[in-house]
């Protein structure tokens, strides 16, 4: 089993700069692939980014440029630098785990942060 667990996101102004973690705990694997999601009111969830187990990474068109993924495997924590940030990046942020179909595909979710820009 895992569980994913987000810090509290926040409140920013446009331009302004947050950072968001998640500590996964339980049976993690380095082939497991780890992102963030995001869900804006009247909106489906979309994928942010994603960091896969050989490190690669993709993002949407949207972030491209100003958000980074990264994962310290050690700590088991994934993190979201989010800069220059938009009114349009409002939205509660999901952290997301998929296991490898090797390993039973499973995915598993955190229960979302809020993240709201300011203009």
């Known amino acids: 089993q895992v569980r994913l667990v987000e810090a509290v996101g926040g409140l920013v102004q446009a331009g302004g700069s947050l950072r968001l973690s998640c500590a996964a705990s339980?049976?993690?694997?380095?082939?497991?692939?780890m992102g963030w999601y995001r869900q804006a009111p009247g909106n489906q969830r979309e994928l942010v980014a994603v960091t896969t187990s050989g490190g690669s990474t993709n993002y949407a068109d949207s972030v491209k440029g100003r958000f980074t993924i990264s994962r310290d495997n050690a700590k088991n924590t994934l993190y979201l630098q989010m800069n220059s940030l938009k009114p349009e990046d409002t939205a509660v942020y999901y952290c997301?785990?998929?296991?490898?179909?090797?390993?039973?595909?499973?995915?598993?979710w955190g229960q979302g942060t809020q993240v709201t820009v300011s203009s």
């Open positions: 339980g049976t993690i694997f380095s082939s497991d692939a």
């Open positions: 997301n785990l998929k296991r490898s179909p090797l390993r039973g595909g499973l995915t598993y």
